[in-house]
């Protein structure tokens, strides 16, 4: 697993991980085994207190609402920062809500509901967990559907047409201008403008006469500004881009974010 390796890679540690299939659509006991809800038997501070509960409470009634209650209030196992989640929109539009419902709070950034949930609660530390995605989250129809559970989320692709970088701006302009502002391009667009962007430099920098110098000249590409990011190659040939980094703000839907100035969640 390229992610796992990753991430221990950089002495981080990966906590959990739980799957599902393809077409699932309930993902209620998938987020209960994920924080600790699911198998109760196995967590000491539940067995302890049912065990109290068994030996004070004598009414079968009382003693079953008791059981209930220390069921529904134990609090989830949030021993991780961040939840990566690697599948489209429409299903992290039912994950997000999943957790909340087993009070895992994913809006990290938005402080104000934080301190509602602190007020309400009585806790003065919150167990926050962002949420990680990838390009399969960038729909406009995540916001609907994922409401404030995806807020705060980051999650990447290889081009936003919202972005604010010089050369995407320029590219999404002069494309609009062509075909209309009602049409936004998307990544296939920017990259077909870049890499015929790329060839015409190369042409023009270097005038190659054969195959192996146009090879040549493309490979010497270093610091391109293209619609899709600042281009490079390395020395086997593969590009290097720096990625989007985007998120779902409560007023402007999808946005860009620099997460090297992105403020640490409060509370956490």
Known sequence: NHFWDAVEARRHEVRAAERYDHDETTF????KRLVGRYYLD??????????????????PYRRRKAIEKLRDEIPPVTDFDVLFIPDRYQTVSLIAPALAVEDVITNVCEERDLERIKKTTGKNRLGLVRLLGTNTWNHPDLVERGGKYVRCAIFVDGF???SARKATAEFVHAFQKVHGEGRTPGYLE????DSAAIVKAAITKHAPQTRAEMREALAHT????????????DAEGEVQKKLFFLTVDRKEGIVEVDV?????????
């Open 190 to 193: 920017a990259t077909g403008y």
């Open 42 to 59: 196995y967590r000491p501070e539940y067995k302890r207190e049912l065990e109290r509960i068994k030996a004070e409470i004598t009414d």
């Open 260 to 268: 090297e100035h992105w403020p640490a969640p409060p509370g956490g």
């Open 160 to 162: 936003f047409a919202g």
């Open 222 to 233: 270093d610091g391109f500004p293209g619609a899709t990011g600042e281009i490079r190659f």
């Open 28 to 31: 209620g006991p998938i987020v």
